[in-house]
């Protein structure tokens, strides 16, 4: 019998054992095509997934390729079924080809006749096809390109878009690297991107995605559209690029709520763009306003859904998607597939973080007991007010002041959902609070103060959730969140994973109410972590160091 | 074979029993009922069902030789071999065959086929016929033939090729007996050379020698031992191995696994038989499989014995699994898979067709009784025998591999349906479903199954299947990782303290709180939970997973003995207050013994109920402190009679011993009668018909016509068939037919006609 590191489940789950001596091998291998679901301490679990299937074939990877490899690192047998589903699903992508024809233009062209006659017979898509050109081949209207690439992947039959991109205007980008060098993972992500034409590089927050932007930028030295998720974002953008590129200020503009100002180098807000008045999108010419080069999506997880119909109309256009997950709270995940690309770059977040670029965390779940008297509130009271009650209780007050005193000297951001809370926090623990209706130049004011170590408590609110700079937090204490989403946690968590001075551990606390929903949302939240191979602890209040 | 037989039924007398054994084996229709004797065996060998029986057995080179041997009518084993273009051995091979099959029996003019046999033998050189018409008798030599054929003119010679190439046969208004001197046409050249032959009413055709002549001295132009060859890539043996023996045990586990849960919740058996199409989705999905995986699983579970139909709580029908399971489960997934594959293989069933349509629109369901196929059970054998040909980690081609395979069986059964190509496919996907082949190749351990030898199959099996194993790895996620097959008894401790999540060679556990919860309703205590964990765990317990158990067990509550009719006790006070304030708890004697602590004089069959209607939630500790969980039954049916033991071939064995001795004492009986006196039966008529068909003796019969009249006619019988005799009659110097039933006396020409029955 093998003894490998992989155990192949008829379930479509890998489980690897970690401390295998060919473990790291597998994981290499087994990268391309498989998601990692979780990765706790010592088994971590890779499923395979239509998507991750279609994602190695588009990174040029073949069904064989992906048997061999389970077979190779397999310590046991492997189910027939699952090789044949994985064979099965591989060779449904690519058998859909869309091209650049002389004549009609765009046309959706087909190895296997069998397949155009089922996807021409879809209801969904009739609409999109022009004429049919000879037996295996069809002329596409050219504005369906992405809603095709969509549609065909519903049906299961994702079309491999050859059609190629527009060189845009052109525009002069080097990285300036007077004193400072691309880490090698950026610079390979960056290549990976623009051989692979368009698509999605994932990388934990605090690995530098903004250099991989840039990096992107240099290679297709064409005018460039950015998409982020709000203004402070956009400022943290354009003072990195002006930092690390030969771009000037003046070449770059800002299209936000404020500014609208358009660029050879634009950075604009997924709000400003989804700003409807009249139900109309205002600032839709702006996609328009230059031939742009590239379209880069920051934290492409968040795109809303407005921007994938936009993106649709944008397929000529080469994109590149950042982020920190692929998993999406909505599930669409395949949109981002079929109209961003495939995903061309993935590290897993322990790796980065044995390399020593982001912070490791020590995550603990505070578990406070509510007076007999909230309780009894909180028993009575509607469900949908359960959370709020059970979050904001005032015994979380006691703890946080805890746990500030415990570190003392080290920044700390502490994190909530509810607004009176955090006012309450504020006023308790005598610090800024940063929340929504904070000005934009409030908010840049106290994270620069934060950063240069002038502030050592920050109250924040949601908005810091995103894109926010924070390198030196070392500890966060998070009172309330958005009912267990586990996006928001690798968010938060990211806030504080940014490379540290003397590679100081962060840490990273959770204060949640006993016996409520609190809690069990703080069960997602602990098995996301523990599920990332982060060390969770769980501890009551009473017993944590005064 | 230097001097011969008179008749098939004297060659049958002289063959030793073992010979008899084999012809009756290969030949079963033969030996039920059991013939009295040879000459009766004979005559049934030759009835048209049973010929056509033995015919579709054929390979297509064995049809070949058959088919020479009725072209040439009386020939010698030597002849024949140059007549079949194949390799002289080979065809030797197949003549033995057709022989020991009876279809061709040695007279002393040389090589016949059984009569009957020219007519059955249809279709076209797929199936092994030449199309030739019979050889003139007597035989020109071939010398002759060619130097008849060079004397021909180019137009006789064209339109002799086109004769032959077209069917052997033409029309021609011409003279039909001229000299070769006189010939004005093209056909009165052939035919006054003899290269083309009257039929009569204006039809010529192409004699056998002139066809063999014409088609370079054999009967075929193409080789008739040109074996079609596989399509086949190599893929290595281990890999084959690996892949089968990984759904070899999927499939163990995914049976037992189904079985069990069945066993639980029955689901209920059509009225026709089957399993109802939401009950096979539904099981489908609940097992995680597909319909086509889990209608193979569920047949093969019933050809196994495992599941049969009985009655459900309600009376109705439901498939359950037998008392068999119960036993099975005990096995090991080897010796568990073994059992399944011979059942498999020894299965008619087809599988394949649930899901689709009859030709009446009526969908088959899965277990249905109609789902049976006759070739299935040979088919599948031949299949599989063709991939055990191939050598180890050979597979079968994809895309090109299945169609090869349907040629080489096309080319083994030449005269079987044309369903063929399905059933093959079906087996071939059984095959890899159940593990009995891995990527298209047989696997190493299927191989010995194949050959007979159970015992070194299982062997072979169980070491490519993992190892249990004896411990888990818990993670700070509250999952446990079992890195294979758990010891069973852990595996069912686990069960109770943790969810399983994935299942497959390796599980999956997931502590949360209701398993822990449903872990102490067993009876466990924290203290044994933590022990527990520590000691199956190969790494430190995480931190989360010990507070989760101690959490859980904050809530749940410490042990209390009683010593009342009953003892009520909760941690909650209040609970305990509510129900001994409640007013309609007044007559259960409730008392309070401690803050937390009520105690009952009614006794616990009374007390449990009215608890429940006053809306508690109770459970019940035994006398050893354990509390009884409720379980549901887990139900059995009876283990159909066939599949207790493997009786059935042995009694075929026997069987055919006793049918051989039978036909034996037969044949001393017929030998001891006075010869001459021909006291016939209605059987021994028409095994008399028969032999004298075959040998072309006249034979004396008594005939009464539709007027009564009783004639005797002597009559060269030329065939018996569905109880008309067809004979030229010497007195009307005509070919006619006889109905057998009114032939009262058969007797041989010459001497006196036996007395009628």
């Known amino acids: 019998m093998n003894d490998g590191p992989l155990i192949v489940q008829s379930d479509k789950t890998l489980l690897l054992e970690v401390d295998h001596e060919r473990a790291a091998d597998c994981r290499k291998a087994i990268a391309p095509f498989a998601e990692l679901e979780r990765s706790p301490e010592h088994v971590h679990t890779y499923r395979l997934t239509p998507l991750g299937l279609w994602n190695a074939r588009a990174a040029g990877h073949d069904a064989e390729q992906v048997v061999d490899t389970l077979l190779d690192y397999s310590r046991y047998a492997v189910p027939h079924s699952l090789l044949v589903d994985v064979a099965e699903t591989m060779a449904r992508y690519g058998r859909l080809r869309l091209e650049k024809h002389p004549v009609h233009g765009l046309v959706l062209v087909s190895t296997d006749r069998p397949v155009l006659e089922e996807v021409l017979r879809a209801k969904k898509i009739k609409g999109m096809l022009g004429e049919r050109i000879d037996d295996d081949t069809v002329a596409v209207h050219g504005s369906e390109r992405g809603n ?298 106290l994270f620069d103060a934060f950063r240069s170590g002038e502030i050592g408590l920050l109250v924040v609110s949601k908005v810091a959730n995103f894109s926010i700079d924070l390198p030196s937090a070392e500890v966060a204490i998070q009172v309330s969140g958005s009912f267990g989403s586990r996006q928001e946690e690798a968010q938060r968590l990211g806030r504080l994973l940014r490379p540290k001075s003397e590679g100081k551990t962060a840490h990273f606390y959770t204060v949640v109410s006993r016996d409520t929903v609190d809690a069990e949302f703080a069960q997602n939240r602990q098995r996301f972590l523990a599920e990332q191979g982060y060390a969770y602890r769980i501890v009551d209040a009473e017993d944590l160091p005064a | 074979m230097a001097e011969g037989f008179r008749s098939l039924a004297d060659q049958l007398r002289s063959w030793p029993d073992e010979r008899l054994s084999l012809l009756l084996t290969e030949r079963p229709d033969l030996a039920s009922p059991a013939p009295h004797d040879s000459g009766q065996l004979a005559s049934r060998a030759a009835t048209r069902a049973s010929l056509q029986r033995a015919l579709d057995q054929l390979s297509r080179l064995e049809l070949t030789v058959l088919d020479a041997v009725v072209v040439s009518g009386h020939t010698s084993p030597e002849v024949l071999t140059t007549r079949v273009k194949a390799e002289p051995s080979v065809v030797a091979a197949a003549l033995e065959r057709l022989v020991s099959m009876a279809l061709v029996w040695e007279s002393s003019a040389g090589l016949r086929p059984l009569t009957g046999v020219a007519e059955a033998l249809v279709g076209g050189p797929e199936a092994g016929v030449s199309g030739l018409r019979p050889c003139s008798s007597p035989e020109p030599t071939r010398r002759e033939v060619e130097a008849r054929l060079a004397e021909l003119s180019a137009p006789a010679r064209a339109m002799l090729d086109h004769v032959e190439a077209h069917g052997g046969e033409a029309t021609t208004g011409g003279r039909h007996t001229v000299l070769p001197a006189d010939a004005a046409t093209p056909a009165e050249e052939l035919l006054s050379r003899r290269l083309l032959t009257p039929r009569g009413s204006g039809t010529v055709v192409v004699p056998g020698e002139v066809g063999i002549a014409l088609r370079g001295g054999h009967t075929t132009r193409e080789p008739a031992d040109d074996v079609p060859a596989l399509a086949t890539t190599e893929r290595g043996e281990d890999r084959v191995d690996g892949v089968a023996a990984g759904t070899a045990f999927e499939t163990v586990r995914r049976l037992e696994l189904l079985l069990d849960h069945w066993g639980a919740q029955p689901p209920s058996a059509l009225r026709s038989g089957g399993l109802g199409v939401r009950d096979l989705r539904a099981s489908a999905a609940w097992l995680q499989v597909d319909e086509p995986t889990l209608a193979l699983l569920v047949e093969t579970a019933q050809a196994a014995g495992l599941l049969s139909t009985a009655a459900d709580e309600a009376g109705d029908p439901a498939w359950l699994p037998t008392d068999l399971l119960d036993s099975w489960v005990l096995r090991s997934p080897a010796e568990r898979w073994v059992g399944l594959i011979r059942a498999w293989l020894g299965s008619p069933r087809m599988p394949g067709l649930v899901g689709g349509r009859d030709p009446a629109g009526k969908v088959w369901n899965a277990l249905s009784p109609d789902l049976s196929g006759v070739h299935m059970v040979e088919t599948r054998a031949m299949t599989l025998a063709a991939l055990a040909g191939l050598t180890p980690g050979e597979c079968l081609a994809s895309g090109t591999g299945l169609p090869s395979v349907v040629t080489l069986l096309r080319w083994q059964r030449p005269r079987r349906p044309r369903t063929r190509a399905e059933q093959v496919a079906w087996t071939l996907t059984e095959a890899a479903a159940l593990g009995v082949t891995g990527l298209d190749g047989l696997a190493s351990y299927a191989r010995l199954l194949l050959d007979g030898d159970d015992e070194r199959a299982t062997k072979a099996l169980a070491a490519l299947l993992p190892e249990p194993v004896d411990h888990v790895l818990l993670q700070a996620d509250l999952t446990a990782v079992a890195p294979g097959p758990l010891e069973s008894q852990l595996a069912r401790r686990l069960q109770v303290v943790a969810e399983v999540e994935s299942r497959g060679a390796a599980t999956t556990y997931r502590f949360t709180p209701a398993s822990v919860r449903r872990a102490l309703d067993t009876g466990w205590t924290a203290v044994e939970l933590h022990d527990f964990l520590g000691e199956v765990s190969r790494t430190p317990v995480p931190q989360p997973l010990s507070y989760l158990v101690d959490d859980t067990a904050r809530t749940f509550g410490s042990v209390r003995v009683g010593a009342a009719e009953a003892f009520l006790r909760a941690d909650d006070e209040a609970a305990l207050t509510e129900l001994l304030h409640h007013p309609k708890a007044g007559s259960l004697g409730l008392r309070r013994l401690a803050p937390t602590v009520l105690i009952s004089t009614v006794p616990l069959d009374v007390l449990l109920p009215r608890l429940r209607e006053l809306g508690a939630a109770p459970v019940v500790e035994a006398a050893d402190g354990t509390v009884h969980v409720v379980r549901p039954d887990q139900r059995r049916a009876r283990t159909p009679r066939e599949h207790r033991g493997r009786a059935a071939e042995t009694r075929r064995v026997l069987a055919t011993a006793s049918v051989v001795t039978a036909i034996r004492s037969g044949d001393r009986a017929a030998s001891s009668r006075p010869a001459g006196t021909g006291a016939l039966s209605p059987s021994g008529s028409l095994a008399a018909l028969r032999e004298a068909a075959e040998t072309g003796t006249p034979v004396l019969i008594a005939y009464v016509d539709n007027h009564g009249t009783r004639t005797e006619r002597i009559v060269d019988p030329v065939s018996v068939e569905g109880g008309v005799l067809t004979a030229h009659d010497h007195r009307s110097d005509d070919v006619r037919t006889f109905a057998v039933h009114r032939i009262t006396t058969v007797g041989p020409a010459g001497g006196p006609v036996g007395g009628g029955p």
């Open chain 1, 148 to 445: 095709l690439k969509q549609a065909l992947l519903k049906l299961g039959w994702p079309a491999e878009d050859f059609a190629g991109y527009v060189d845009g205007e052109a525009h002069a980008i080097s990285l300036d690297n007077s004193d400072w060098e691309l880490r090698s993972y950026q610079r390979e992500a960056a290549e990976s991107f623009w051989h692979g034409g368009s698509g999605v590089v994932v990388l934990p927050c605090g690995a530098g995605k903004t250099l991989v932007g840039a990096a992107a930028m240099a290679h297709a030295q064409a005018t460039t559209l950015i998409l982020v998720t709000n203004t402070v974002s956009a400022r943290q953008w354009k003072d990195e690029l002006v930092r690390r590129t030969t771009l000037t200020e003046d070449e770059i503009g800002e299209y936000s709520g404020s500014v609208k100002e358009i660029r050879p180098v634009t950075i604009a807000t997924y709000q400003v763009l989804t700003t409807r008045r009249g139900g109309v999108y205002k600032h839709l010419e702006l996609l328009d306003a230059r031939d742009w080069g590239l379209i880069v999506y920051d934290e492409v997880h968040l795109l809303p859904a407005p921007i994938f119909r936009m993106t649709a109309d944008l397929q000529a256009r080469r994109r590149i998607g950042l982020t920190a997950t692929l998993v999406r709270e909505d599930g669409r995940e395949g949109d981002v597939f079929s109209l961003i690309g495939p995903k061309r770059y993935d590290a897993p977040w322990k790796d980065i973080e044995s390399q020593g670029w982001i912070a490791p965390a020590d995550c603990v779940e505070v578990r406070v007991t509510l007076p007999t008297d909230e309780r009894l509130v909180y028993a009575t009271a509607e469900p949908e007010e359960r959370y709020r009650l059970a979050s904001c209780t005032h015994q979380k007050l006691q703890v946080v002041r805890d746990l500030v005193a415990a570190h003392p000297g080290q920044p700390t951001l502490v994190i909530g959902q509810y607004i009176e809370q955090l006012d309450e926090l504020a006023a308790a623990l005598d610090a800024p609070v940063i929340k929504g209706e904070t000005p934009v130049k409030e908010r840049q004011r």
